[in-house]
């Protein structure tokens, strides 16, 4: 079936640097995709919408240059965090739809990157 | 703007238990209702769905039923398994926003032997 596929699956930077995440869907191709933080104690926060061949769509109050996405082809979404600090050490997930726009088509969700930030 | 509210966890049962676990959302336009669900060191799964009202969606044993009069999809199972110790997120999407999902804060459900 349809898998997303998430690298690095974690990672540990030192404050300052930037560290990005590659979301890659496999069998599919997803002109849009998604990127969520997941915070400590489990709430899902969705960041934005990546787009193929154009901005991604921020949510409100997610800063746009820090976490810079790019969506390079149909199949391969990267999320770079840059200028890391302690306080975006997190659990970012990506995920994707096999059939664009249709709610009936399962989500499928990436097995997420844990980031540390020392 | 759209969001989900879930019972806060976590949840202990014991073994064949019953479970609810709450959700209930605010949403403009007519949004389709998720049951995602995240097991130890896993990604998300979709668990169950209803895109109507009065639809009814199901899996595992698991049940939940869209109530468009309470806004409300909680999820019930008559007896809980070891197994199912997990977190589950409720969630909502609307075609006007792009097919993305909006969650819930998700609950842990630890269910004893």
């Known amino acids: 079936g349809a898998v997303v596929s998430q690298h690095p699956s974690w990672v540990i930077c030192k404050s300052g640097t930037s560290v990005k995440i590659e979301c890659r869907s496999l069998?599919?191709?997803?002109?849009?995709m998604f990127w969520y933080r997941q915070f400590p104690k489990q709430s899902l926060m969705l960041m934005a919408t990546?787009?193929?061949?154009?901005?991604?769509?921020?949510e409100q109050g997610v800063e746009k240059d820090k976490f810079l996405i790019n969506h390079a082809s149909l199949t391969l979404s990267t999320l770079t965090v840059t200028s890391a600090h302690p306080e975006d050490s997190s659990f970012y997930i990506c995920?994707?739809?096999?059939?664009?726009?249709?709610?009936?088509?399962?989500?499928?969700f990436g097995n997420g990157t844990r980031l540390t930030v020392t | 703007g759209d969001s989900v509210t879930q019972m806060e966890g976590p949840v202990t049962l014991s073994e064949e238990a019953f479970l609810t676990i709450n959700c209930t959302y605010t949403?403009?336009?007519?949004?389709?209702l998720f049951w995602y669900v995240q097991y130890p060191g896993e990604g998300l799964q979709l668990l169950l769905k209803?895109?109507?009202?009065?639809d009814k969606g199901s899996n595992k044993g698991f049940e939940a039923t869209y109530r468009k009069e309470t806004t409300s999809f909680h999820l019930e199972k008559g007896s809980v398994q070891v197994s199912d110790s997990a977190v589950y997120f409720c969630?909502?999407?609307?075609?006007?926003?792009?097919?993305?999902?909006?969650f819930g804060q998700g609950t842990e459900l630890s269910v004893k032997p």
């Open positions: 209803a895109t109507k009202a009065d």
């Open positions: 069998d599919f191709q997803a002109t849009t």
């Open positions: 969630a909502l999407g609307t075609l006007n926003q792009g097919g993305k999902l909006i």
């Open positions: 995920s994707a739809r096999e059939v664009e726009g249709a709610l009936n088509s399962p989500l499928h």
């Open positions: 949403a403009t336009g007519y949004p389709s």
């Open positions: 990546s787009n193929e061949g154009s901005k991604a769509t921020y």
